[in-house]
């Protein structure tokens, strides 16, 4: 009996690939970039965030993405760059094109206020504006604010109704940072409180003066922006389709609405292609807006989120990043990271205790010298501090020596309007015939404008003593709503003539800020009224050593004559110390940098750091201050400094440095050498019998 065989099992298939053919770059990114930034290149698609440290070559690391993705196939059309100036952008497009020839030209890059003016045009209509709307700059929207005020009939002259750019700070602020107007009110601008309501309607009459005008200020830019992508998603939807790569650069100082933007951008997409770039340690830009939980929680928000680290650092020697990662790991709240260096040991970092403000201009500006004998050029050093009034003495000092300078945190500081204004009250004590002055001050008053004043100097200029002839007047007849401010700067000029206050030069300033009623002049004035009030105050603590306002006003003038333009023989043109805020030094970096003023409520700053989110900031900012510098770093704090009264008072140096480990930094102590042993400006000496391993500098 036969059988059949068994039915043999169908063929299994087994597909075999095909050996991938090697990806051709005309770029050899293997080569030309480090683990960390070649991960960061060649990440996939979706959401990711790169925390980019101090000197790690960020912008590097960016514009090779962005060539590595084109030579991948992507369109330079599907590009979004977001960046902080368009200069950055330029640049970053530029080299992309230079490193493999592609035009950027196509690709949609710039700052969010560039990009979004760009990108409402289209659909202006839809946002009840037409397309040709104008754009208006911060002047524009201060006299649209004034106008309104003036519109409304709020009576300016009676109480200090605040200014057309101050109003424009602090809506500004209030729509950068998602919070309503009366919150910032009460907040960062109390003085303000009482006149909540008319500030409000003046908001609102601008509001609407813009709408009818067809403008948009930059606020007004992101704000319909956001209305565009959150109220037309037809509209979200073709703008996430033509933007299929979003880059976002300095990501860690975006505010509220720019957040809420880039979030909204991407929210369709699948997957999100959003590549956020920043430095939780870096973010110092909170009083203006900045958001800074707007990085911290981005892997939050994006579920999935790569996070990436770039943390060799090519700029700083291994002493000076030790020292940074001491101090910024005493925050709580941030991404952790150690900057690796990549160069070799240098000097140590010093921290030097000066007997005062005065010898610490004094060893700087020495030591500025030193370095320029050893070879480096004054345009590779840098001298930071928090606030601008802090470089008082040393501006003074760097002028006395004929050691050029340039300032980046502002005007030389007698060229400041709140500091002219206020010397010009005590010129009038020692020259009344100073027309100039005379104007000045009294157009400060409401209701007097160049026209008034001038009509006052006409009655009393030929008079031998113009000022004594002010005082006799009848300001009865004077424009109303003018007299009230007229009589009370009668009564400041009668005072600072008594001689308790002309042989107090100090005290005279004081008296103009505070009993002459100029420190309102500033608060309606300005809207960094705090930090203005600080240098004045500043101001006053410079003249406690004068016995008059003569002598304090010719020190002054002197200074204006040599403003430290002139140079040191054989210096080139061109080379200058820089004194910088360090918020203005962000992003810069010198062979040596100097920090002053480091004693605790100056930095950190008593108002700033009042809750410990204020505080972290400022110490990122410190840290800031310190990975500036790339071979010496020298930290200087007074020992002393005087009170109002003209007492010397002991100072307490800055937690930030106080919370250092020791055997980061080398301590020195200074002296003031005597006169007949003054040195010729030689290297600082150590003496190796005061024990406690600290220098003493001559």
Sequence with gaps: MSSDPPARPAPRRYVVARTPASKSYRVDYARELNEEQKAVVFAADGPALVVAGAG????????????????????????LLLTFTNRAAREMTKRVGQLIGADLGRATAGTFHSVAA??????????????NFTILDPEDAKDLLESATSDLGIPIAERRFPKGDVL???????INTGRPVPDVVAEDYPHFIAQLEPIQKVLAQFAARKVAANGMDYDDLLLNWKRLLAEQPAVRGAISRRFRQVLVDEYQDVNHIQAEIVDLLVRDTDPRRVMVVGDDAQSIYAFRGADYEALLTFP?????????RLETNYRSTPEILALADASIAQNQRRFPKILKPTRGSGVPVVVAGASDSTQEAQFVAQRLLELRDEGKSLSDMAVLYRAHHQSLDLQLELTRRGIPFEIRSGMRFFEQAHVKDVLAHLKLTLNPKDETSFKRVLKLLPKVGERTAATFWTAVGEKQDPIEGFLRLDF???????????EKLAETFAALRRKSLSDSPAESIRHVVADGGYAEVVKSRWDNAASRLDDLEALAQFAMPYESVERFLEEVMLYGETTGEETLSGEKDDEKVVLSSIHQAKGLEWRAVFMIGLVEDRFPNARASRNEAGLEEERRLFYVGVTRAKDELTLVHPLAQLDRYGMLVVTESSRFLRELPEPLYERWVLETA???????????TVATDFGDDEDVVN
């Design 118 to 131: 760009r990108i409402l045009r289209p659909y202006a209509e839809l946002l009840g504006y037409r397309q």
């Design 674 to 684: 005597a006169p007949e042993a003054a040195p010729k400006l030689p290297s600082a």
């Design 56 to 79: 790690s070559g960020k912008t590097r690391t960016l514009v090779y993405r962005v060539s590595r993705l084109i030579e991948d196939g992507i369109d330079p059309t599907a590009f």
């Design 476 to 486: 009865k007849k004077a424009p109303q709503g003018a007299q009230k401010g007229l």
């Design 168 to 174: 424009h700070a602090l809506l500004s602020f209030a």
């Design 300 to 308: 939050d928000r994006y579920p999935g989120c790569s996070v990436f």
